[in-house]
């Protein structure tokens, strides 16, 4: 949006010069003597490239180059915008509205893309930036982006992926705690509007389908031998358990129909209490019970005994 408004002022910038450059009125001969003034054609929609003077005067002013200075704060600034559509956890923890589409790509291998590719990108732009043109402090902050990029590189790799991935949460704060946490106020979670309760309705939706994506990366891990160990699975269920021991009343997810916006009319409260209540009790208790059910069922038989790394594959 930003280069977009630039690009929109320029060419306002353009135009007014151009309309300045053009007279106004019948100009003066020498000794007061009227002088003919030539009339532009007006501009026509239909008007062959090349034809007009306005076209004309626009090719011969050439755009100055960005300086490094500034290329490398619009980068910085892309990469930021970047990072939040690429990590929905992340944007949901800074308070951002992150729409369900965003949602549903986590646990996914277009997900692992997509960082990747954005990786690949950023590295390449970072390039193109001459340090030597920069100024000390963007120099700086040049080498400390391209070493952060560097590793981020790394861990986007087909080999670390087939590690990481396949074991999408442990105990450690994973998606199946912080989840419930994301969900209530305080969190960091916008509920300024009914908009904002649709939205965080409509996220809880789907989180059968996110659990479900995460189930497949984890049989994945089974089958080339990387797994959690079977301690770790163990806390994971106990948590579960904990969260499913709590009435719906009380349980994390009715948090966000316990403070309303002042400006918000007691029948839409109503409602929105109504809808929290049903989604939780149908939708987030059954998908919390399927993966718990995987877990003790399926993974845990498969989970490694051990607890150190040297025990992973690869």
Known sequence: MVLIRRIALGSAALSLLVATAAPSSPGTAQHGAPKPVATEPKARIDAQPGTLPEQRTASSISTPPLSANTALDRLFAADLRQSLALDPLGALQQGKRVPTSQFLLLFTPRLARERREANSRLLGDLGDIDPAALDEGHRISRAVMLDAKQAEQALLSPESLAQTEVQPFNHFGGFH??????????????????????????????????????????????????????????????????????????????????????????????????????????????????????????????????????????
Do not use: C, W
């Open 177 to 314: 705690v912080s989840y419930p946490e994301l969900s209530s106020p305080g969190s960091g979670l916008v509920l300024d509007n009914g908009g904002d309760y649709e939205l965080l309705i409509e996220r809880h939706r789907a989180l059968p389908k996110v659990f479900d994506q995460a189930i497949a990366r984890f049989r994945e891990g089974v089958a080339s031998g990387v797994t959690e160990p079977r301690l770790t699975v163990d806390n994971m269920i106990a948590q579960i358990d904990g969260l499913l021991a709590q009435p719906v009343e009380r349980s994390p997810f009715m948090a966000a129909a316990r403070s309303f916006p002042d400006a918000m009319p007691a029948a839409q409260r109503t409602r929105i209490r109504q809808e929290l209540y049903q989604v939780t009790a149908k939708v987030i208790y059954p998908a919390y019970r399927n993966l718990r059910q995987f877990l003790a069922e399926e993974y845990r038989p498969a989970a490694r005994a051990t607890v150190g790394l040297s025990a992973t594959p690869g």
